[in-house]
């Protein structure tokens, strides 16, 4: 077989650089980290180096490890004190939902776990970007969307509105100080994050902007290699993230879906059915995650048989939670000497926390804002605390055969896009219809939406509609095609091992299957 690797990302200029990466000798762990670094300049609205990240990774000996870049709140966070300035309620953005970044350390650990090419090598391409990149038209939606955000502070409006005029698609977008961090973060490895030279004119210029994130929360910071949860649906293993991730949402739609074996269809008279099941996760999810660290999440009880059972008890409901966040990238590769990833990389909310900190170019995330302040949640804000997460890569095996690698943007609905595809994959459809596929998602996707809210594509069939309907839960029509249903990328597997990939056409990507020499040690 030619050495091959399959690629998909949501923005055409990551996929490339992941190309051009194995075209270099790289294998399918330095596609994927070419393509997560540049995401985060030619995507800003939805991953930068301040952000978080999530991955599985498979090594050719079919091991599976998880790798957890998901940061804990700063050591000097003071819950009292952010409930006061905030009216007794978390903040959705702003210096105070800042968490430590783990993006780059996640990228660290990703290279150690077996990249052919160098660090310094997967900045090429971004750093490029960085001196001068069109707008994408994702990316103009969000400016023009988050215009009273981007206002609201100065490095991100001359950043996104230089001389007071949002960019628009097809405009340059222009990032040079980024771009020189990016270059110091090539020459001098990701120890300049975390305790050095960039760490300490990041925390110096927060913390004039009022954040208590420090230089000591970044140099204690380390990315968590860690076991994925799995569980075998239909004869096949499904793997992904443990908590803090909601990752067991996934497995437990699974699980419910299977303990009647009529194989719903997301699209026909079964939806109503899925509606019940992703709901009572959303229930599941505020009462049982957060970080196991500081209090333990049992996942073989939230997955038991006997629970699986009283999923569907509950009726469609409201049910308490905060505003959903989608503003998230997936980067998924696989190549035919057995590596292959599924990355997350995300700033949670669109812009994340608001607040670009100058010096440095550097987006922060708003991960904070997913914390409770009810202290009976699991998700109660601590110091050095991880909020419950809502990244969660996917990989599928059939016995030591790799199947799928999938991965999606959109937030808290993350679980029910991967069950929608993967249900749609299982019966018999190829990649690129169980991701252009109508879909529709229980849970609010604004600020004051219900979290019993059903919202669904103009272009799904009557028939689901009317499924759905029957929940007695209130239906948001969305456009067809909308991004509020999630930015899906897929590679699949032949049984002898030839990759392909899908890129969702809901976002601004591409997919690709590369030749190239793969330089894999026998």
């Known amino acids: 077989m030619t050495p091959t690797c399959a690629i998909a990302t949501p923005h055409a200029l990551a996929t490339a650089a992941a190309d051009a990466a194995v075209r270099r000798g790289g294998n399918a762990i330095d596609a994927a980290l070419a393509a997560a670094v540049t995401l985060t300049v030619v995507y800003p609205h939805n991953t930068a180096l301040g952000g978080d990240l999530i991955a599985l990774v498979r090594t050719p000996d079919g091991r599976i490890v998880c790798v957890n870049a998901s940061g804990p709140a700063p050591a000097a966070t003071d819950p009292a004190a952010v409930a006061a300035r905030h009216g007794g309620r978390l903040p959705v953005s702003g210096p105070d939902t800042?968490?430590?970044?783990?993006?780059?350390?996640?990228?660290?650990?990703?290279?150690?776990?077996?990249?052919?090419?160098?660090?310094?090598?997967?900045?090429?391409?971004a750093t490029a970007h960085a001196a001068g990149v069109a707008v994408a038209p994702g990316l103009a939606a969000a400016i023009a969307e988050c215009s009273g955000l981007i206002a609201a502070d100065a490095g991100m409006r001359a950043v996104f509105s230089p001389g007071g005029r949002p960019?628009?698609?097809?405009?340059?977008?222009?990032?040079?100080?980024?771009?020189?961090?990016?270059?110091?973060?090539?020459?001098?490895?990701?120890?300049?994050?975390?305790?050095?030279?960039?760490?300490?004119?990041?925390?110096?210029?927060?913390?004039?902007?009022?954040?208590?994130?420090?230089?000591?929360?970044?140099a204690s910071y380390r990315a968590e290699p860690t076991a994925p949860l799995c569980r075998t649906f239909r004869g096949h293993q499904v793997y992904t993230s443990p908590p803090n991730t909601h990752g067991f949402l996934l497995l437990q739609a699974l699980g419910a879906v299977a303990r009647?074996?009529?194989?719903?269809?997301?699209?026909?008279?079964?939806?109503g059915r899925l509606a019940r099941i992703f709901h009572r996760g959303i229930r599941d999810r505020g009462r049982h995650l957060g970080d196991p660290r500081f209090a333990p999440v049992d996942v073989d009880a939230l997955l038991d048989p006997g629970h699986l059972d009283r999923v569907e008890d509950e009726p469609v409901a409201?049910?308490?939670?905060?505003?959903?966040?989608?503003?998230?990238?997936?980067?998924?590769?696989?190549?035919?000497?057995?590596?292959?990833?599924?990355?997350?990389?995300?700033?949670?909310?669109?812009?994340?926390?608001?607040?670009?900190?100058?010096?440095?170019?550097?987006?922060?995330?708003?991960?904070?804002?997913?914390?409770?302040?009810?202290?009976?949640?699991?998700?109660?804000?601590?110091?050095?605390?991880?909020?419950?997460?809502?990244?969660?890569?996917?990989?599928?095996?059939?016995?030591?055969?790799?199947?799928?690698?999938?991965?999606?943007?959109?937030?808290?609905?993350?679980?029910?896009?991967?069950?929608?595809?993967?249900?749609?994959?299982?019966?018999?459809?190829?990649?690129?219809?169980?991701?252009?596929?109508?879909?529709?998602?229980?849970?609010?996707?604004?600020?004051?939406?219900?979290?019993?809210?059903?919202?669904?594509?103009?272009?799904?069939?009557?028939?689901?509609?009317?499924?759905?309907?029957?929940?007695?839960?209130?239906?948001?029509?969305?456009?067809?095609?909308?991004?509020?249903?999630g930015h899906a990328q897929v590679v699949a597997l032949t049984r002898?091992?030839?990759?392909?990939?899908?890129?969702?056409?809901?976002?601004?990507?591409?997919?690709?299957?590369?030749?190239?020499p793969l330089r894999h040690p026998q």
């Not at 056409?505 to 690709?512: E, M, N």
């Open 98 to 125: 800042i968490t430590v970044p783990g993006a780059v350390a996640g990228w660290a650990a990703l290279h150690r776990a077996g990249a052919r090419l160098d660090w310094a090598g997967h900045f090429t391409a």
């Open 167 to 218: 960019l628009t698609e097809g405009q340059t977008l222009r990032q040079e100080a980024l771009g020189a961090t990016l270059a110091e973060l090539a020459a001098d490895g990701p120890d300049t994050m975390y305790g050095g030279r960039v760490g300490a004119r990041l925390t110096a210029g927060l913390r004039a902007l009022g954040s208590p994130l420090t230089l000591a929360d970044l």
């Open 260 to 271: 009647r074996d009529d194989g719903p269809d997301p699209l026909g008279d079964g939806a």
């Open 318 to 485: 409201p049910a308490a939670g905060g505003r959903a966040g989608g503003d998230t990238v997936a980067v998924v590769t696989a190549d035919t000497d057995g590596y292959a990833v599924s990355l997350i990389q995300s700033l949670f909310h669109s812009f994340g926390s608001g607040v670009l900190e100058p010096s440095t170019g550097m987006l922060l995330h708003n991960r904070g804002s997913f914390f409770s302040l009810d202290p009976g949640s699991p998700n109660l804000l601590a110091p050095g605390k991880r909020p419950a997460h809502t990244l969660m890569p996917v990989m599928v095996t059939e016995g030591d055969r790799l199947a799928w690698v999938l991965g999606t943007m959109g937030g808290k609905a993350q679980p029910q896009i991967h069950t929608q595809v993967l249900l749609r994959l299982l019966a018999g459809a190829s990649t690129a219809e169980a991701v252009a596929a109508p879909r529709w998602v229980v849970g609010g996707m604004e600020v004051d939406d219900p979290e019993d809210t059903v919202s669904v594509e103009a272009d799904a069939p009557a028939r689901t509609v009317a499924a759905l309907a029957a929940t007695g839960a209130p239906m948001v029509r969305l456009p067809a095609g909308s991004e509020l249903v």
């Open 496 to 516: 002898d091992g030839a990759p392909s990939a899908e890129s969702d056409p809901r976002s601004d990507g591409a997919a690709v299957v590369t030749r190239g």
